[in-house]
């Protein structure tokens, strides 16, 4: 009842006071009614209308990969990307194939430092990662978060790695939580950040560089 705008009105100043601000974008915003067939949970989507309130509180980018971003299939994301597009805001691990959702989105603050932002899932339905030359979400596999962060790391002086991992409903880290996340540090990631629990979880560092396994929600 109060519009698209109400869950952003008591954050938006303190999502506008950071340089650079990302958030996980927990389901595609379509019009789209094909939802898809191998989501074992519930369908997630958002109407149209939250593109527009999420750019005006200061959100610069999302991370798209997740286990429900392509809820409502390719079109679904499609319809979300050019959304997104509209309204100037940023997206990163999601796309037209597997290259191009394992891409990073470089963004630069005010006063010229550089940030990629990669991302990866590891708790998507198999049919929901993208292919060669298929649409889909970038999935969390070692060789590939290697290859990705280290050439980031590579053209860029700052790369955070958000990760959609981990056991739902649990504050426990996951054996392979840690493999994953130390693998983002060692390929030469400054920040890794997880999502998917729902709860908070701890935080550690490795190497000098902070891992925050789950935000929990919002």
Known sequence: NNGPGYPWSEISSLLESYDITSVNLEGPLCRSEDA??????????????????????????????????MDYGSQGLEETLNLLHGVEIGSFGAGASGQVAAEPLVKENERGALVALLAFCDVAPPTYYATEDSPGLSEAALDCIRERVAAAADDTPYVVVMLHWGEMGSKDITPRQKELARACVDAGADLVVGSHPHVVQGIELWDGVPIIYSLGNL
């Open 36 to 69: 898809h067939p191998d989501q074992p949970s519930l369908h997630v989507k958002g109407e149209d209308s939250c593109a527009s309130p999420m750019a005006e509180a200061g959100v610069d980018a999302v991370c798209l990969a997740n286990d429900h971003i």
